[in-house]
């Protein structure tokens, strides 16, 4: 119990934000929040960074099938109009997931990004996604089931 009250370190900070320590670090940095004597971070200090990093947590469950994950995915970034010039961090979108989807997600982005239907860009916070303006229909059509998976890219099929 008491444990939970203490500062954590950097290491503990990186795998509650799953993130790497290294991007703890520079997030710090960007919020001008670097501890002056040593490395703990505090519960306010956690909530900074992920304010700061734009690190978010949209999953409560995974989905079983890789094709209805990727569909899952698909909605939430246009649930939450990240369309165009709004993006989001590219990692919010596995953040949360078991190990295993994560992997599918990853590869599916990046399929997804070759094909031009999500694009990636640099931003302070990190990489960020966005999907892009053009595909709205036919992604909308792919997250609402009415699209195979395959017919943005064979090897998302």
């Known amino acids: 119990m008491l444990d939970e009250l203490r500062p ?17 670090v520079r997030l710090l940095t960007l919020a001008n929040a670097v501890p002056e004597s040593n490395l703990l971070i505090c ?12 690190i978010e947590q ?4 995974s989905p079983d099938q890789p094709d209805e994950l990727v569909r899952a995915a698909i909605g939430i ?3 939450r109009g990240h369309i165009g010039e709004r993006s989001a961090r590219i990692d919010n979108l596995w953040r949360g997931l078991p190990v295993e989807s994560q992997s599918v997600l990853q590869q599916a982005v990046h399929q997804l990004v070759q094909g031009g239907f999500l694009a990636t860009m640099m931003h302070l ?21 009415e699209l195979s998976l395959s017919s943005l890219s064979p090897l998302l099929g």
């Open 77 to 79: 970034l246009l649930d």
């Open 43 to 54: 519960d306010a200090t956690l909530d900074l960074i992920k304010d700061v990093g734009g």
């Open 125 to 145: 916070q990190g990489v960020h996604v966005t999907v892009a303006p053009e595909a709205v229909d036919r992604l909308r059509a792919v997250a609402a089931g």
């Open 58 to 61: 949209w999953w409560t469950d």
């Open 8 to 24: 954590m370190g950097l290491y503990q900070a990186a795998l509650t934000l799953e993130i790497e320590p290294f991007e703890v």
